[in-house]
């Protein structure tokens, strides 16, 4: 299943032109209407909006998302690459929260713009073509290094590398991520505290 947005209507205060076949209502009205309700490790509502600024500011088109779940932060991220110009690759390892997932994008109208994808992360990631000029990592912690390492090479410069619940890191390997990415010469780095997860953004600014 395919996911190529192109953009939406005037949204959380952007207003930026919608191209046919992206209703913006329809997708505002899905993220107020399960606004509290999303369970299954999705993130909270203030990082999805977090989420959709850092895209669609950044002007970013060709997004990876590690980690679906049930696809609330992939609706943010799809709509935001969308008035881009831009789509959504994203990968669930649990076939429960992939199907509920694929039902999600129905509902809120995206889709035909989502390129959802049923597998091990820590093999699909390897696979991937690329260039990305988003990632954003929310799957198994103690593989956070391990991703930065696989996608590093694969990010233009200008991508963001992202990670969520780096304020609360359950496993090593997400500090060990974190110094890794501040310590490289060719990354910005900062934490957004849109919640209390946090989410780690690093922008390549060199090759």
């Known amino acids: 299943m395919k996911v190529f947005i192109v953009a939406a209507v005037a949204c959380l205060g952007f207003a930026v032109d919608a191209p046919a ?118 799957a198994d912690k103690d593989w956070y290094l391990q991703y930065f390492l696989d996608l590093d090479p694969k990010l233009g410069v200008g991508g963001c590398f992202t990670a969520h619940n780096v304020l609360r890191p359950t496993a090593p390997q997400v500090s060990e991520m974190i110094e890794r990415i501040r310590g490289k010469p060719n990354y910005r780095t900062h934490i957004d505290r849109s919640s209390s997860e946090g989410i780690l953004v690093g922008c390549k600014t060199g090759p």
């Open 21 to 138: 076949g992206v209703d913006d209502a329809r997708v505002k009205a899905f993220l107020e209407g399960q606004r509290g309700q999303w369970r299954d490790l999705n993130v909270p509502y203030e990082d999805g909006e977090a989420l959709y600024r850092l895209v669609l500011h950044g002007k970013h088109k060709n997004v990876l998302e590690i980690g679906t779940s049930t696809g609330h932060s992939t609706v943010w991220l799809a709509w935001a690459a969308a008035k881009n110009g831009g789509k959504v690759t994203t990968i669930e390892i649990d076939e429960r929260r992939h199907q509920a997932a694929l039902a999600n994008f129905e509902k809120a109208g995206l889709a035909p713009y989502i390129d959802a994808r049923l597998g091990n992360a820590h093999d699909l990631v390897k696979t991937l073509p690329g260039p990305f000029d988003f990632v954003f990592s929310d």
